[in-house]
């Protein structure tokens, strides 16, 4: 009797993975970029709305250069991991600071880890 083992590619062809991974790399990097923008030119008041949150007004520039940064390191193949391990950290430390401030549970606070399934599902099957 023999048994049957699925491997990655025996379940999910080459090429479909490769084009899902980058649509949802596409989906994320897309919703970075959105976020990096608002947060450096400032167009839905961030700093206002930061503020009941216990973040100074005064960071969102610096934070929205390091999500460019972190979208950079995320697009060159030679580091997508560690550009994912950043985007992860940097949203789980948002997540973070949301539920210190003990704001009730909206869709702001889990969007980080929407993000971090797109980004590590991306990144996985852009790999597979």
Not at 32 to 42: C, E, N, P
Not at 51 to 56: E, F, I, L, V
Not at 79 to 108: C, D, K, Q, V, W
Request: charged fraction near 10%; hydrophobic fraction near 55%; glycine fraction near 10%.
């Amino acid at each position: 009797m023999t048994t049957l083992t699925l491997t990655s590619t025996d379940a999910f062809p080459r090429k479909t993975a490769l084009y899902v991974g980058r649509v949802l790399s596409g989906l994320a990097v897309g919703a970075l970029a959105f976020d990096a923008a608002i947060k450096l030119t400032d167009l839905f008041g961030v700093p206002q709305t930061a503020a009941p949150a216990g973040c100074p007004g005064d960071l969102a520039q610096p934070a929205g250069l390091a999500e460019i940064a972190c979208i950079g390191l995320y697009l060159a193949p030679r580091t997508a991991n560690f550009g994912a391990a950043a985007i992860t950290l940097l949203y789980g430390a948002a997540m973070l600071n949301r539920m210190a401030s003990s704001e009730p549970m909206a869709a702001h606070l889990v969007f980080g880890a929407y993000l971090a399934a797109l980004v590590w599902g991306g990144l996985r099957l852009r790999r597979a």
